[in-house]
C-alpha cells in the first residue's frame, strides 16, 4: 500500500488492491500531490549532492606556491612560499621536488629532505640549488585533519649547464609567430625531449606542439607569447634553459638566447619581419637610451655584470619588446686554483732547499772551526 503511494492511482488500481473505491477527482487530486511529493524528495536529492561536493572542494583546496629567484646562478639559494587561502592556527606544509625519474607524460614528486613532517613555516629554503628543477607544495589543517590539493607545480631555471646545452635556431630570444624555430639538444645523452613551461603554467613535451626528430625539435607555428624551452633525458637531466618571446610587433629586438659570459663581447640589433638588421636605431637598457646614432648594431665589446638589464630598440616610431640580456661570472677562482697550488708547491720545496743548503754551510763551518 505505501509503495503505490508514490504511483499514480490509475497504476496502482492495477496492481494493488484498495480497501475503497476512489473517484475521478480524487485520482487527478492524488496524482498532483504525489507529482510535487517525488518532485519536493528530487530536490532535496540534488541539493544534498550538491552541498556535499561543495564540502568536497572546500577540503581540497589548492594552494599557490611561488620560488625565488626564478633565473638561478648554480649554487644559489632558492626560497618556495605555499600560500593557502585563510589559513588557520596549526596548518603544517609539505614540501615536494621532481623525482629523478618520470614517464614522457608525466613527472613524479618526492618529499623533500626536512620536509617529511612538514614544517610549520609556509616558506621553504632549497640550498645549494645548481641547476633547472621543478617544485610543488601541499598543506594540512590540524582539526580536523585533512590535505589540500597540490599546488601547481613551480620550476626555477638556470640559463647555464655544464652537462648538455639546447641550441636554438634562429639564435635569438625574441621571434616572430610566423616564423619557424628549431631546438637542438647537445649533451652526453643519446636520448633526449625538448619540454616547454608556458607562460599560462602548462608544461609539455615537443610531440604535442611540434615535431621531435633525433634531438632536434621544430617549431612551425607558435600560440604562446613567452615560453621557457629546455632538453631533459629521461633520467632527468636537465639542459640550461632558455625563456623565448614570440611576438606580432613590426620589429624585434636581436639579442642572445644564453648568458654572455662576463668580458665576452655581445652584439645586439634590431630586425623587421623581413630583409636584415636596420641602421639608425635607438637602443635602451632599462628605459635608459644608451645608443642613438646611424650604426646598425649595439656593441658591448667587454660585458661586465652592469651590462646586464632589459634591452628593447626603436626605428623609425616601431619598438621591440623588451628581452633580458644576463651577463654570467667567468669563475676565475676554478681556473686559477690549479695555478696556484703548483706555484705554493713550487714555493715549498725552494724553501725546504734553501734550509737544507743552509744547514750544510752550518755544518761545515762547524767542522772547519774544530781544527
Known amino acids: 500500500m505505501l509503495i503505490c503511494i508514490f504511483f499514480s492511482p490509475a497504476v496502482c488500481s492495477k496492481c494493488c488492491s ?7 477527482a480524487a485520482e487527478r487530486l492524488l496524482d498532483v500531490r504525489m507529482g510535487r511529493t517525488l518532485l519536493c524528495l528530487l530536490g532535496l536529492f540534488l541539493l544534498n549532492t550538491f552541498i556535499r561536493c561543495e564540502h568536497a572542494t572546500a577540503d581540497k583546496i589548492k594552494p599557490n606556491l611561488t620560488v625565488t629567484p626564478s633565473w638561478l646562478s648554480p649554487g644559489d639559494s632558492v626560497t618556495l612560499t605555499c600560500s593557502v587561502k585563510d589559513p588557520s592556527p596549526g596548518w603544517r606544509f609539505f614540501w615536494y621536488g621532481a623525482a629523478t625519474k618520470r614517464s614522457s607524460s608525466s613527472r613524479s614528486y618526492e618529499l623533500l629532505p626536512g620536509s617529511s613532517d612538514g614544517t610549520e613555516q609556509d616558506s621553504f629554503v632549497v640550498h645549494g640549488q645548481t641547476g633547472t628543477a621543478g617544485y610543488k607544495c601541499r598543506a594540512r589543517s590540524r582539526d580536523p585533519v585533512n590535505y589540500t590539493d597540490y599546488s601547481q607545480p613551480k620550476f626555477v631555471w638556470s640559463g647555464d649547464s655544464r652537462s648538455a646545452s639546447v641550441k636554438v635556431s634562429p639564435d635569438r630570444a625574441q621571434h616572430f609567430f610566423s616564423e619557424s624555430m628549431s631546438l637542438t639538444c647537445e649533451g652526453n645523452s643519446a636520448v633526449w625531449t625538448v619540454r616547454r613551461y608556458s607562460e599560462a603554467g602548462h608544461l609539455s613535451n615537443c610531440s604535442g606542439w611540434g615535431t621531435m626528430k633525433g634531438s632536434t625539435c621544430s617549431i612551425h607555428s607558435h600560440k604562446n607569447k613567452t615560453t621557457v624551452y629546455w632538453c631533459e633525458t629521461g633520467s632527468g637531466q636537465f639542459s640550461n634553459a632558455v625563456n623565448i618571446t ?3 610587433t613590426d620589429i624585434i629586438l636581436v639579442s642572445p638566447v644564453h648568458p654572455v659570459t662576463e668580458g665576452d663581447s655581445v652584439t645586439l640589433g634590431c630586425k623587421p619581419r623581413t630583409g636584415a638588421l636596420v641602421s639608425n636605431v635607438s637602443f635602451y637598457r632599462n628605459g635608459d637610451l644608451v645608443q642613438n646614432d646611424s650604426r646598425v648594431e649595439l656593441k658591448i665589446y667587454a660585458a661586465s655584470k652592469s651590462d646586464e638589464g632589459f634591452y628593447m630598440c626603436e626605428h623609425s616610431g616601431s619598438e621591440s619588446p623588451q628581452s633580458w640580456v644576463a651577463v654570467k661570472l667567468s669563475r676565475p677562482e676554478s681556473s686559477s686554483f690549479p695555478l696556484l697550488l703548483i706555484i705554493g708547491l713550487i714555493c715549498g ?15 761545515k763551518r762547524g767542522e772547519t772551526s774544530s781544527f
Do not use: D, E, G, N
Open 246 to 248: 614570440v611576438q606580432h
Open 18 to 24: 484498495y480497501p475503497f473505491k476512489l473517484s475521478r
Open 349 to 363: 720545496v725552494l724553501l725546504i732547499t734553501v734550509l737544507l743548503l743552509s744547514c750544510c754551510c752550518v755544518k
